[in-house]
């Protein structure tokens, strides 16, 4: 019966999940359970398609990325797929219309990443736009149920969210993106003499993209926006932590949360979730 094999790739996106990020993982636990296995399936695609132009060092990446694009149309078209991760993601995008544009850009995104660059104003903000804002669109599908007219109004919202969690990540993994994969991201800035200014310009552009988000995120439906809530709380604390370090440590260290503070985050989260005070 496939149904036993669409329960195994569910269980397959969501253990990919968990093995990449905590953070995203608890965040999704506390979306309304009809939601969690889609919200797994997106991450798994994307985060899968992610491991190629970043971690494959030893194999050829552009083959990689090229098979697992006409595997994912193909997943699409034809309603199933071999490959786990891209059942399970197939199965969300027939069920909640995603539109196949949004994957278009997310995959051109990571082909962007196939070549050690450095990113221009308008490279940066394509690049954006596809790694992470669209990310957040194919989740605000799901959120959303088909409900265009609540779709459209927290479009922008869901875009700033996306935004801002992947420049964090950029801010976070700054050296080991110039040293390890050879690009630099942030625009207009040289690594090797990177300055507090070069830092403060940086933290005063994610820091609009966090407010606009939390806008969004309060007219979210009761089914996805303690999840999100979460995932926000998680990400703007780390987005705090790093700008109260001196660039030294920023560019010496993975700046994390630990698990203990995660879960006193958490436990707050929901209690303000709890008491209407988002």
């Keep these: 019966m496939k149904s036993i094999f669409d329960t195994v790739s569910t269980k397959c996106s969501k253990l990919a999940t968990k093995a990449y990020s905590t953070s995203f993982s608890l965040g999704i636990y506390f979306l309304n359970k009809n939601l969690r296995n889609s919200i797994y399936a997106i991450y798994g695609f994307v985060r899968f398609a992610d491991e190629i132009v970043d971690s494959f060092d030893d194999y050829n990446k552009k083959y990689l990325l090229d098979k697992f694009k006409i595997d994912t149309y193909d997943a699409i078209e034809n309603k199933i797929s071999l490959n786990p991760i891209l059942n399970s993601f197939q199965q969300t995008v027939n069920e909640y219309n995603i539109n196949i ?3 278009n850009t997310f995959l051109y995104s990571m082909e962007m990443d196939l070549e050690k660059k ?3 104003r308008e490279k940066y903000d394509q690049y954006i736009l ?7 669109l ?13 779709y459209n109004n927290l479009l922008p919202y869901a875009m700033k969210l996306g935004a801002a969690f992947q420049k964090v990540n950029f801010l976070r993994d700054l050296n080991a993106d110039y ?14 003499n990177f300055s507090v200014k070069a830092k403060k310009e940086i933290e005063k552009e994610i820091d609009p993209d966090f407010k606009e988000a939390l806008v969004g995120i309060k007219k979210l439906p009761h089914s996805s926006r303690a999840g999100v809530y979460l995932a926000y709380v998680y990400y703007i604390t780390l987005f705090n932590k790093i700008k109260n370090l001196p ?20 436990i707050k989260s929901i209690f303000q ?4 005070l988002l």
Excluded: H, W
Aim: proline share 2%.
């Design 179 to 192: 040293i390890s994969l050879g690009r630099t991201y942030f625009p207009d800035i040289d690594i090797k």
């Design 130 to 136: 596809g790694s992470a804002e669209v990310v957040g």
């Design 138 to 150: 194919m989740c605000l599908c799901v959120f959303t149920k088909g409900d265009k007219a609540l």
């Design 273 to 276: 979730y709890k008491l209407n």
């Design 101 to 103: 544009d949004l994957i």
């Design 247 to 266: 660039i030294e440590r920023v560019l010496t260290e993975r700046i994390r949360i630990n698990n203990s503070v995660k879960f006193s985050l958490m």
């Design 118 to 120: 450095t990113y221009s």
